[in-house]
C-alpha cells in the first residue's frame, strides 16, 4: 500500500458523497418544480369553475343548466374543484351553501363520506367527519354521533369537533355524554362545539346538570352561560347552592353572571357569603358585576374590605359595573381612610378597601369612563 | 357609485364578499393583509371598509383602529368579519370603533344588506363621501 492510498480513497469518498447532494439537490427541485405545474394546472381547471362558484354562494339565481354542468364535470376538473367547494362551505350561510351541498350530494362526496366512517383506517375515518361536518346533512349528524362512540381518540374528537360546525341542536344530548365514560372526549372540544350549537342546548343541558358526573355539570352550566341560555336560571341558582357541587357550584355563578339577569343575583349574594370555598366567593363577587344591578352596590361595598384580597379586588371592579350608585360607593370607600385619620369616619375602615376602590376609580378614569363626582342629596354643590 | 374596501387574507371570502358586493352595485377595492387594507383605505377613502378580524402583518381591530385616527378616513364605516363570536371581542371591535360586526360563517346576501344599512345611515348623518372614489387593486384586479 502506498501512502498515497488513503488520501485517494478519502477523496473518492468526498466525491460520491457531492455526487449524492447534487443528485438529491436535483430530485428536490425536479419535485418542486412539478408540484408547482401542477398546482398551475390544478388552477388552470378550476379558474373557469371559480365564478360560478362564487354566483351560486352569492345567492344568485343560478340556472339549472350551470348546476348540471358542474354535476357533470369531468373527473380531473372535478378533483381539483371539489377541495374548493368543500372548504368554502364552512365559511358561508344561506341557500348559496345548500346549492353546494345538493351538487357534493349528488357528485357522490355524501355517500363515499359515510362510506368512508367504517374504514378500517382511522386516518380515513377522521377525514370522512370532517366532511360530514362542513355538510351538515342530517344524516351526517346522525353518523357523526356514533363517530362519538368510535375505538379510536382522534376520530371521535374530530367528530365532535364537525359536529359544532353542522350547529344542529339535536347533537346537543350525544355531546354531553361524550364527556363521561370511558371514550370521553377531552371536554374543551366538546364545550366549543356545544357552545356553537346555539341556545337550541339547553334542554339537554339543563338535564345534563342532574348528572352524577361532576365534569358533566361543571361544562354544562359554563356552556348555559355561554349560549345567553336565560330559561336555565332557576337550575343555574340550585346549582350554585349545591353545597355537594365544588367545581359546578363556580362554573353555575359564572354562568349567572354571564346571563345578568337579576333573577341570578340572589343565589350569588348567598355565594359570596364567608364560609363558602374562596374560589367561588371570587367568581360570585365578579359576577355580581355582571349582573350589574345598582340593588347589589350595598353588598358589594361591603365586600370592598373583605379578609379575601381576590374577593375585595373584584368587588371594586363589580362596583364600577354598578352605574353612578357603584361609582358613588367606590368615591366613599376610596376616601374612608383619609376620613378615619380626620376623624370624620369609623376607624374601622379596611386600608385595603380604599386601595382596591381607588385602583378601580383609576381604571375607569383611563379609560375615560369615569363621571364627574356628583353632588349627593340635600348636599349644596361647591 | 359607493366604493367599498374588503380586506380579508382568505382568497375564497374576499373573493365571494367582492362579488356580492360588486353585484350590489359597488366598487369594490380589495387587500389581503392589515398593512394592504390600511393602505388602501388610505388611498382610495371608501364609503365602507369590510375587514376580517384575523389579517397578516395587522389586526382588523388594529385597522379599524388607524382609520378612526387618521383624519381623511375618520368617518369611514367599518364592518368587521370574523370567526370571533365571543361578547368580548364584539366588544374590542366596537370598541375599535366598528360600526357592525358580522360573525363567520357568513351570509354574503346579509353582508350585502349590512353594507347597504350602514352606508344609508351615513348618507343620513351626512358621513362618508360622495360619488365613488378611485378605485385601485392590492392584487392588480377584481376578482
Not at chain 1, 362519538?148 to 375505538?151: A, C, E, K, P, R
Given at each position: 500500500v502506498t501512502p498515497a492510498a488513503p488520501v485517494t480513497a478519502l477523496l473518492l469518498t468526498l466525491l460520491a458523497l457531492s455526487a449524492l447532494l447534487a443528485v438529491l439537490a436535483l430530485t428536490i427541485v425536479l419535485r418542486r418544480g412539478m408540484r408547482a405545474r401542477g398546482a398551475r394546472r390544478a388552477a388552470a381547471r378550476s379558474e373557469p369553475v371559480r365564478p360560478i362558484l362564487l354566483s351560486i354562494l352569492a345567492g344568485d339565481e343560478v340556472d339549472q343548466a350551470t348546476l348540471g354542468a358542474l354535476a357533470t364535470l369531468d373527473r380531473r376538473t372535478w378533483a381539483v374543484v371539489e377541495p374548493t367547494i368543500v372548504g368554502l362551505l364552512g365559511k358561508v350561510r344561506g341557500e348559496g351553501r345548500d346549492a353546494l351541498v345538493a351538487l357534493l350530494v349528488e357528485r357522490g362526496v355524501h355517500g363515499r363520506a359515510l362510506r368512508d366512517t367504517?374504514?378500517?383506517?382511522a386516518v380515513r375515518r377522521c377525514g370522512a367527519a370532517e366532511l360530514l361536518g362542513s355538510l351538515a346533512t342530517p344524516e351526517a349528524v346522525d353518523v357523526l354521533v356514533e363517530l362519538?362512540?368510535?375505538?379510536d381518540g382522534e376520530v371521535r374528537l374530530v367528530a365532535a369537533r364537525a359536529l359544532g360546525r353542522a350547529?344542529?341542536?339535536?347533537?346537543a344530548a350525544a355531546l354531553v355524554s361524550?364527556?363521561?365514560?370511558?371514550r370521553a372526549v377531552p371536554h374543551r372540544v366538546v364545550a366549543r362545539s356545544l357552545a356553537r350549537?346555539?341556545?337550541?342546548?339547553e334542554p339537554a343541558l339543563i338535564a345534563a346538570l342532574?348528572?352524577?358526573d361532576v365534569l358533566t355539570r361543571a361544562v354544562s352550566a359554563d356552556i348555559l352561560g355561554a349560549v345567553g341560555a336565560v330559561g336555565s336560571v332557576p337550575v343555574l341558582a340550585a346549582a350554585v347552592r349545591?353545597?355537594?357541587?365544588?367545581?359546578v357550584r363556580i362554573r353555575a355563578a359564572r354562568a349567572l353572571g354571564r346571563l345578568g339577569?337579576?333573577?341570578?343575583?340572589a343565589p350569588l349574594v348567598d355565594a359570596v357569603a364567608?364560609?363558602?370555598p374562596s374560589a367561588l366567593r371570587a367568581v360570585a363577587t365578579r359576577a355580581l358585576g355582571d349582573v350589574?344591578?345598582?340593588?347589589?352596590v350595598g353588598v358589594l361595598a361591603e365586600l370592598?374590605?373583605?379578609?379575601?384580597h381576590q374577593v375585595a379586588q373584584n368587588a371594586a371592579t363589580a362596583l364600577t359595573r354598578c352605574g353612578s350608585t357603584g361609582v358613588l360607593a367606590l368615591r366613599d370607600a376610596a376616601g374612608a381612610d383619609t376620613a378615619a385619620e380626620e376623624g370624620?369616619?369609623?376607624?374601622?375602615?379596611?386600608?385595603y378597601a380604599a386601595n382596591y376602590a381607588r385602583a378601580a376609580l383609576a381604571e375607569l378614569d383611563r379609560t375615560g369612563a369615569l363621571p364627574a363626582p356628583q353632588a349627593r342629596a340635600g348636599e349644596v354643590p361647591a | 357609485v359607493p366604493t367599498v374596501l374588503v380586506a380579508d387574507e382568505d382568497r375564497d371570502i374576499r373573493d365571494l364578499v367582492a362579488y356580492t358586493l360588486a353585484q350590489a352595485g359597488h366598487v369594490v377595492v380589495t387587500a389581503e393583509s392589515g398593512p394592504a387594507a390600511l393602505e388602501q383605505a388610505l388611498a382610495t377613502v371608501p364609503d365602507v371598509a369590510v375587514l376580517d378580524v384575523?389579517?397578516?402583518?395587522?389586526?382588523g381591530f388594529d385597522v379599524c383602529r388607524q382609520i378612526r385616527a387618521t383624519p381623511a378616513t375618520r368617518e369611514v364605516p367599518v364592518i368587521l368579519l370574523t370567526a370571533r363570536a365571543q361578547a368580548s371581542d364584539v366588544a374590542t371591535g366596537l370598541g375599535a370603533g366598528a360600526d357592525d360586526h358580522v360573525t363567520k360563517p357568513f351570509s354574503p346576501r346579509e353582508l350585502a344588506s349590512r353594507v347597504a344599512t350602514v352606508l344609508a345611515r351615513g348618507r343620513r348623518s351626512g358621513r362618508g363621501s360622495e360619488g365613488g372614489a378611485p378605485v385601485r387593486d392590492s392584487e392588480g384586479g377584481r376578482p
Open positions: 367504517r374504514a378500517r383506517s362519538l362512540g368510535d375505538t350547529e344542529d341542536p339535536a347533537a361524550s364527556l363521561s365514560g370511558p350549537l346555539g341556545a337550541g342546548v342532574g348528572s352524577p349545591d353545597t355537594d357541587g365544588g367545581e339577569l337579576s333573577g341570578g343575583a364567608v364560609g363558602n350589574g344591578d345598582g340593588a347589589l370592598l374590605g373583605d379578609e379575601d370624620e369616619a369609623p376607624a374601622d375602615v379596611s386600608p | 384575523m389579517m397578516p402583518g395587522m389586526s
